[in-house]
């Protein structure tokens, strides 16, 4: 089986060298995709600790994007003056949204199913609706001039040279952001099948059961809350400092739903799904783009709005996924755990009761 | 005979409807005691009082000298009873060897929880042959067993089962009933709340016979299988 390192560095060569290689055929605002299809994907992968694993329906998830987003905005730029340092940042923004997650989950901890996505969805709004009208936040107006990303001396946004390759600051933000990525689908990996992973997917089947079976089924869904709400922080924290400007406006119930729909497009509870679906979903819209254009070159006029046409095209290929493959693009496979090595050679025995020597 | 669960006074209201009205219970270790009667007579209120999913309005829940009031339902087992949920509450996407060990999510003993899983295994062939489907593709009556297995799974020192029978097909059903027994038989001490209640005193020692939220009638199962009212009542006779 030399096949699958074989696989494995290809893989690794081909998405190492994406951003290079997109920047050539597509041009640099694809690159820029990327970053940001990158940070939907640690999104998703966070909305489905909450929504794959645990099975609690969340639509308010982009409240921690919100409260990481946040974070580094007002910590890291003349906002109040303070610029401090992203290893000190993102840590905090993982446990701030941590909190968050938990004050979410404390009090919907008795509900289910569509009574818990809508208080989701009130929370979210109620985190927008903060943002907007508080002064700290600076409003409506958002915050602005926020310190790029950097790591001691090195700065995200700069361009640098390696090897005589000139790396454009978009293209460390993709380095940084898959790394990132990479990080969160290793530990989403470990969670998935350790005993608190176990625990969440009994939750999610049937919670009376789960209770029986001696799950404390309230500090679970709370740490599902949190630890969903973690990846969401961090995402958010990034966001801050690659963008450079944060609003309200960006972090609306849309973002909310569109997360949801990658998680649910992708394949619930698994992980390549939800990585594809996240992707797919950030990078369709900007596809769809040039439509537009043949929109115009083939009537001569535009009768559709092209913001709207995108929008619709991507609607009719959200359903039509829907409808055709309704488990998601990449659902997890049929899981064969090694549970069961032990008893397999057992099995055999009950056959071989009927002694030998029966003649006796 | 020392009694494991003992039962007294109890009220269970809904809403502002009193679904148990005082009822006394009590049943001995290693005992197959059976609670009857019909839809709406208060069974369902009884033991979801007992496990902990209703907050008694009044009276005494004791098991093994501990008091069951108030404690919350995942103690339960830590505590030595395993509900098995009424319309069996398997775990659908999980396999039938995952469920098993949910079973015995509470223990820390490796060696011990692959024994009880061999020895689940060895009760329930079907079981066996089946481990690595996903329960939610087995028969009723295969879940049920499957339900039993993985309570069985946290080794209770009761088992607390509510409908077993219900929505199996005949023949299952008496299967169903023939491994509780053999269950019991092996020194479990068991609560059935059940509806089909000849097969309840069939299987059962003693039988409590509910009525209206209070207890009618309570003897041996044999002495209930030949009472005139009983058999009138809930027998069809």
């Given amino acids: 089986m030399k096949l699958r390192p074989l696989l494995f560095g290809l893989a690794l060569v081909a998405v190492l060298a994406l951003p290079f290689l997109t920047d050539l055929a597509l041009g640099r605002s694809w690159v820029r995709l990327l970053d940001f299809a990158l940070l939907y994907a640690m999104l998703a992968l966070g909305l489905n600790i909450v929504v794959g694993y645990a099975g609690l329906l969340d639509l308010g998830y982009v409240a921690f994007y919100a409260v990481g987003a946040y974070l580094y905005a007002m910590l890291a730029s003349p906002h109040i003056g303070m610029h401090l340092p992203l290893w000190v940042l993102l840590p905090g923004g993982a446990l701030l949204a941590a909190a968050f997650g938990a004050l979410l989950g404390a009090p919907t901890l008795g509900l289910r199913g569509d009574y818990l996505a809508i208080v989701t969805m009130g929370f979210g709004e109620i985190i927008r609706i903060f943002l ?6 600076n409003g409506p107006a958002g915050i602005d001039l926020i310190d790029p990303i950097q790591l001691g001396n090195f700065s995200f946004s700069a361009t640098h040279r390696l090897f005589g390759l000139v790396i454009p600051g978009i293209y460390n933000y993709y380095f940084l952001f ?6 969160i689908v290793l530990m989403s990996r470990r969670l998935e099948g350790s005993r608190i992973g176990r625990a969440w997917a009994a939750i999610r089947e049937d919670e009376i059961a789960a209770r029986a079976m001696g799950l404390n089924t309230k500090n679970l869904k709370l740490l599902a809350f949190a630890m969903g709400a973690t990846f969401g922080g961090i995402s958010g924290v990034l966001f801050a400092g690659f963008q450079g400007f944060v609003s309200p406006e960006s972090f609306t119930m849309n973002e909310s739903v569109m997360i949801l729909c990658m998680v649910v497009l992708g394949g619930m509870g698994h992980l390549n799904g939800v990585l594809l679906g996240a992707i797919l979903l950030a990078i369709l819209p900007e596809a769809f783009r040039p439509l537009a254009q043949l929109q115009q070159q083939t009537f001569g006029e535009v009768y559709l709005d092209p913001a709207s046409l995108r929008m619709l095209l991507f609607a009719v290929a959200l359903i039509a996924v829907m409808i055709l493959r309704p488990e998601g693009l990449w659902p997890s496979p049929v899981r064969k755990r090694e549970l069961h090595a032990s008893e397999e050679d057992n099995a055999s025995t009950p056959d071989a009761d009927p002694a030998p020597g029966g003649a006796a | 005979m020392s009694a494991l669960l003992e039962v007294s006074g109890l009220e269970v209201h809904y809403g502002g409807i009193q679904a148990v009205k005082g009822i006394d219970l009590r049943v001995n270790q290693g005992e197959l005691v059976t609670l009857i009667g019909a839809n709406g007579a208060g069974k369902t209120s009884t033991l979801k009082a007992l496990a902990g999913l209703l907050r008694p309005a009044a009276g005494q829940i004791r098991f093994a000298g ?10 339960l087992i830590r505590n030595g009873l395993a509900l098995v949920p009424e319309g069996r509450g398997v775990f659908p996407r999980l396999t039938v060897a995952e469920n098993l060990m949910m079973g015995a999510y509470v223990r820390r003993d490796a060696d011990g929880i692959i024994a009880d899983l061999e020895r689940m ?7 066996h042959e089946r481990r690595e489907q996903k329960a939610g593709t087995l028969s009723g009556g295969e879940q049920q067993m499957l339900a039993i297995g993985r309570a069985l799974m946290g080794r209770p020192r009761m088992l607390l089962l509510d409908e077993p029978s219900m929505g199996l097909a005949p023949l299952m059903v008496q299967k169903i009933i023939g491994v509780i027994r053999q269950v019991a038989n092996e020194g479990m001490t068991v609560l059935l709340v059940e509806q089909n209640a000849r097969l309840a005193l069939q299987a059962a020692e003693r039988a409590y016979v509910m009525e209206g939220g209070r207890i009618s009638f309570e003897d041996t199962a044999q002495a209930c299988l030949n009472d005139p009212r009983v058999r009138a009542a809930y027998l069809g006779e």
């Fill in chain 1, 132 to 137: 907007r009208n508080l002064n700290v936040t």
């Fill in chain 1, 178 to 183: 898959l790394g990132l990525t990479v990080l």
């Fill in chain 2, 66 to 75: 501990q008091s069951l009031v108030g404690m919350p339902v995942h103690q």
């Fill in chain 2, 121 to 127: 295994y060895g009760l329930f062939e079907r079981l």
